[in-house]
């Protein structure tokens, strides 16, 4: 088992993958992918029990992430390859042509890791949803775990998947939503409110947990707890709040970095505060 | 012009019913889900013989496209059933990116297409479905023609790997395949061989289009009926050599103009082999309540349409 020390080195590694990929091709989402960098570094590096190095799409016999806000793919991308499901090279082709990394994950290109495209909003619990059943017929007791955005819980189709795991009891699965309350036009709350999202999960009949996502003090707490409510009946969900942009000074307390590449300077600047780790760059 | 017997009368959606159901028992991956619309699919058999197989996910289509999309990533072999104007319109982005993109082995089983739904009106009866589909990159449409076509491409894309789009529809409608025809995939299926016009129909339009044969035939005139069940990937050589054959074209469904058969049919010969080419299909139109039958008429899809046309197409022979 990792320790919070070598988490916080992969995650601190993972965030200069993400600006470096996105200020290479001068696109991306930063902001999103900053945030959950923590997150997905936790899942992918000690909670889930996964086989990077034999790749199956099917992920029968072991846990499986979908990551439903496909637009956050930087960090996605940087820890499938730093857990080893494709070269960290192949980083450095991430959006452009011919490339397995398209700027929204997808399985078209065979990249391993990813077995669904994603990238137009909501659809995620519903696979997600769909393979936790899968996994049931088959009598397979691994977990599969879903990312929303929180902005992304506007979709419709997303309350249709709420109903759905509930009805079906897929207590199977572990949803994390994103709470970082900031979407492209700016706030949720100013956008379109997603207003006691607690109360809606729990009227919905599910279990419902809170979580920062940015605090491994936190995550170490209810990552556990949430496990530990799997297989009772009730789909699972975790309110994690997190900070879009964490990491970077500048990035942090704003939606601007949503969708939006740094210029040389302010890439600079963001390097400085995140120094290369032993892993080294791609 | 050969005499088809009419074996009964059925509705090719319980041919779909009866194919699902073989289908089930011979793969256990098979499994299904619906809309809330599990009598009108005639899904009912296959939900009783195999409960823990079915699906049953409510009013919400487009959560059922994922959830489809994430079973057949698992291994299975899930069909989904509804309308098809739910199947295909509500939740088109569902399948393109979810079915279609991550080329998922989802069928999506479709019924009541195009006007013969009849009384429900325009709102149910979907014309745009095959075009909406066969755009997608990847995607298999097929649009069978009777009770006994429907049940066999049932139990052949069960077969298959890929994302397939099964349209067929709600009335009863005349049996004349013969249960042991066999269903190929992509093979367009030789009725009458003739040597004036080639008519290229699918669905309920292949029934008419015998019919026009007939009408075609007191007049003289040698029709050759080919019926294509699989619109894409489409049997290219089947229609090149025909066309050369009678040197004009009519092409025949329940679909509009726009994005259908009749439009697959025409782009093809334009690039290979231009042909003068009539199309029987709803011309830019929504459809309205009504029997199937009057339907038909007042759209100009009826047997007679389909020999007018012909004759049409005969006269801008060169």
Same mark, same amino acid.
């Given at each position: 088992m990792r320790t919070v020390n070598e988490l916080q080195t992969i995650a601190t590694q993972v965030r200069r993958d993400i600006l470096r990929m996105v200020y290479a091709v001068k696109s991306g989402h930063p902001g999103g992918s900053l945030g959950c960098a923590d997150f997905l570094t936790a899942l992918y590096f000690k909670y889930m029990k996964h086989n990077p190095s034999t790749f199956e799409l099917t992920g029968n016999q072991e846990d499986v992430f979908f990551l439903s806000n496909g637009h956050i793919s930087p960090v996605f991308y =940087?820890?499938?390859?730093?857990?080893?499901?494709?070269? @960290?090279? $192949? *980083?450095?082709?991430?959006?452009?042509?011919?490339?397995?990394?398209?700027?929204?994950?997808?399985?078209?290109?065979?990249?391993?890791?990813?077995?669904?495209?994603?990238?137009?909003?909501?659809q995620g619990i519903s696979v997600a949803a769909g393979l936790a059943l899968e996994k049931k017929l088959n009598n397979d007791n691994s977990t599969v775990w879903v990312l929303t955005g929180d902005g992304e819980l506007q979709e419709g189709q997303i309350w249709e998947a709420v109903m759905f795991s509930k009805h079906y009891k897929i207590d199977n699965m572990i949803v994390t939503v994103d709470f970082n309350q900031?979407?492209?036009?700016?706030?949720?709350?100013?956008?379109?409110?997603?207003?006691?999202? =607690?109360?809606?999960?729990?009227?919905?009949?599910?279990? @419902?947990? $809170? *979580?920062?996502?940015?605090?491994?003090?936190?995550?170490?707490?209810?990552?556990p707890q949430a496990q530990a409510k799997l297989g009772q009946g009730k789909p699972i969900v975790i309110i994690m709040k997190t900070e879009m942009g964490q990491g970077v000074d500048f990035m942090m307390g704003t939606h601007a970095w949503h969708g939006k590449a740094p210029s040389e300077e302010q890439m600079n600047s963001a390097m400085a505060q995140l120094p290369v780790t032993e892993l080294g760059d791609y | 012009m050969r005499k088809f017997e009419i074996l009964g009368s059925k509705d090719t959606r319980s041919g779909f019913g009866a194919g699902l159901l073989e289908a089930g028992q011979a793969d256990e991956n098979v499994v299904a889900l619906c809309a809330d619309l599990t009598g009108s699919l005639m899904m009912d058999a296959f939900k009783d013989a195999f409960p823990t197989r079915f699906i049953q996910a409510g009013i919400a289509e487009a959560n059922m496209m994922g959830v489809a999309a994430g079973l057949a990533i698992g291994g299975k072999v899930p069909f989904t059933g509804t309308f098809a104007n739910f199947s295909t319109g509500r939740v088109y982005d569902q399948i393109r990116q979810s079915i279609a993109y991550s080329h998922t082995n989802v069928k999506i089983a479709a019924s009541h297409a195009g006007l013969t739904l009849g009384e429900?009106?325009?709102?149910?009866?979907?014309?745009?479905?095959?075009?909406?589909?066969k755009m997608l990159p990847g995607m298999t449409v097929i649009n069978p023609c009777d009770y006994n076509q429907t049940k066999a491409a049932t139990i052949a894309i069960a077969k298959m790997n890929g994302p397939v789009y099964l349209r067929f529809g709600r009335p009863k409608w005349p049996v004349f395949i013969s249960e042991d025809t066999p269903f190929v995939i992509g093979?367009?299926?030789?009725?009458?061989?003739?040597?004036?016009?080639?008519?290229?129909?699918?669905?309920?339009?292949?029934?008419?289009?015998?019919?026009?044969?007939?009408?075609?035939?007191?007049?003289?005139?040698?029709?050759?009926i080919i019926n294509i069940h699989t619109i894409k990937p489409l049997d290219i050589d089947a229609v090149i050599t025909s066309a050369k054959k009678t040197g004009c074209v009519v092409t025949a469904e329940e679909h509009q103009m726009n994005g259908g058969l009749g439009d697959s049919i025409a782009q093809l010969l334009a690039l290979k082999m231009p042909t003068p080419l009539e199309m029987v299909a709803v011309n830019d139109s929504f459809g309205e309540s009504g029997t199937p039958d009057e339907l038909l008429v007042k759209y100009h899809l009826d047997s007679q349409d389909v020999a007018d046309a012909a004759v049409r197409a005969i006269a801008r022979k060169i």
């Open positions: =940087s820890v499938l390859a730093r857990s080893g499901y494709f070269p @960290v090279e $192949e *980083m450095a082709t991430f959006r452009k042509l011919n490339t397995r990394l398209q700027g929204h994950p997808t399985t078209h290109e065979g990249l391993p890791g990813v077995r669904v495209a994603s990238g137009s909003l909501g900031k979407q492209i036009d700016g706030s949720t709350g100013d956008v379109m409110g997603i207003t006691e999202l =607690s109360s809606k999960f729990l009227a919905f009949g599910w279990e @419902v947990l $809170e *979580m920062d996502g940015n605090d491994w003090n936190s995550m170490d707490t209810v990552i | 429900d009106g325009a709102t149910h009866q979907i014309l745009e479905d095959i075009g909406l589909m093979k367009a299926l030789m009725l009458n061989e003739g040597t004036d016009v080639s008519i290229f129909a699918t669905g309920h339009l292949v029934w008419k289009a015998i019919e026009a044969g007939h009408i075609l035939a007191e007049k003289g005139i040698s029709a050759e």
